[in-house]
């Protein structure tokens, strides 16, 4: 099944400048697998 999760805002960085920057708070899809499928994964 899929989730929405919330995701905080927090300070990064810009890798190529080292510069922070504000990102803002956003959604993401999160996956939850089956126990099944986690079983058959874990062997």
Same mark, same amino acid.
């Given at each position: 099944?899929?989730?929405? =999760?919330?995701? /905080?805002?927090?300070?990064?960085?810009?890798?190529?400048?080292? $510069?922070?920057?504000?990102?803002? =708070?956003?959604? /993401?899809?999160?996956?939850?697998?089956?126990?099944?499928?986690? $079983?058959?994964?874990?062997?």
């Amino acid at each position: 099944t899929y989730k929405v =999760a919330k995701r /905080k805002a927090r300070i990064g960085r810009n890798p190529r400048t080292g $510069e922070q920057i504000q990102i803002s =708070a956003s959604q /993401k899809v999160k996956f939850l697998p089956a126990k099944a499928l986690k $079983e058959v994964f874990n062997k």
